[in-house]
């Protein structure tokens, strides 16, 4: 047994058993996967994976609780890892976090510059990507921290804290009809094509809720990950933007008007999630708690070790 049998039994779970895609993750090939995966099952004695010729479909029965001890090792194995860099080298190595670019451009820098220079010898890797791709780095252990707004407290084997609350704001063109609609409502909204984020980014959930809700059908004529790619085509007058309001900046965002909409949509909560179980090096959690007010190293440590889902 070794630790290449394990990851690909891992990694084929999380990857809807396609073997394609296990190899890609774990820099190998497709038979070299299969090879391993069969090794494993051959040594134990168990089949772990249900089959359709060549091709796995799903888990048996015994692969259902063998996945859990695998994941189990291989955490263990990784926290051991990080375990022994923490005595060897207690302030240096690398911190890598999973984030959203509105995170990473509007919220993280004066965290991660207060960190710098608590932690010179420490370089931080920041890994810009959608929300359900931070949950699978940080689960994968390919990220140490994820932050987003959302998706992070729905995986069970994330634990999760809240950092702070933030609302929606739109945006508008100098001399826009919106900007004399005080205070505005969302039928003023709706009579104009709207530019925002991408569905499961920023927020969106709470803006299409606030529309259906009203019954109300918007014309979304454009969607973007990032904040300024909808500010600046709301400057083309290609449409109204709603986008985060620590997104909007009065001296910056020249030829823009913001108009308050916190009435309209529902606070939102960005979240900072590490995986359950794992080792955190002491600049990590010094980082967590500059990032996530409110909670000391001793609430993280509990947390990680309980089995409750997020807080």
């Known amino acids: 047994m070794n630790f290449q049998q394990l990851r690909s039994v891992r990694e084929a779970a999380r990857r809807n058993f396609n073997l394609t895609d296990v190899a890609a993750a774990l820099f190998t090939s497709q038979p070299g996967v299969s090879r391993q995966i069969r090794e494993l099952e051959d040594e134990l004695g168990v089949v772990i994976f249900e089959r359709n010729g060549k091709r796995l479909t799903g888990l048996t029965a015994p692969g259902k609780g063998i996945l859990k001890i695998v994941e189990r090792l291989l955490v263990e194995a990784e926290n051991l890892s990080q375990a022994s860099q923490e005595y060897s080298a207690q302030d240096s190595g690398t911190l890598t976090i999973a984030v959203t670019h509105t995170q990473a451009r509007y919220a993280l820098p004066q965290v991660v510059q207060s960190f710098r220079n608590a932690f010179p010898n420490v370089r931080i890797a920041l890994q810009q990507s959608a929300p359900e791709h931070i949950a699978e780095y940080v689960l994968s252990g390919r990220a140490d921290i994820g932050i987003a707004t959302e998706g992070l407290s729905a995986f069970p084997d994330l634990v999760s804290f809240p950092c702070y609350r933030w609302s929606h704001v739109v945006v508008a063109p100098d001399g826009h009809p919106l900007l004399n609609k005080m205070p505005l409502r969302l ?110 190293r001793a609430d993280i440590e509990r947390s990680l070790a309980d089995e409750a889902v997020a807080i």
């Open 187 to 296: 039928e003023d909204l709706a009579e104009y094509p709207l530019i925002t984020y991408d569905v499961g980014y920023t927020g969106r959930g709470h803006i299409d809720d606030a529309f259906s809700k009203a019954g109300l059908a918007p014309d979304m004529v454009l969607t973007a990950m990032d904040s300024d790619v909808i500010k600046q085509y709301v400057s083309l007058g290609m449409g109204v933007g709603i986008i985060a309001s620590m997104a909007f900046d009065n001296g910056r965002d020249k030829g823009l008007r913001a108009i308050e909409s916190s009435h309209l949509f529902a606070p939102n909560v960005t979240r900072l999630a590490v995986r359950r179980g794992a080792y955190l090096r002491a600049y990590a959690y010094h980082f967590i708690e500059r990032f996530a007010p409110g909670f000391t």
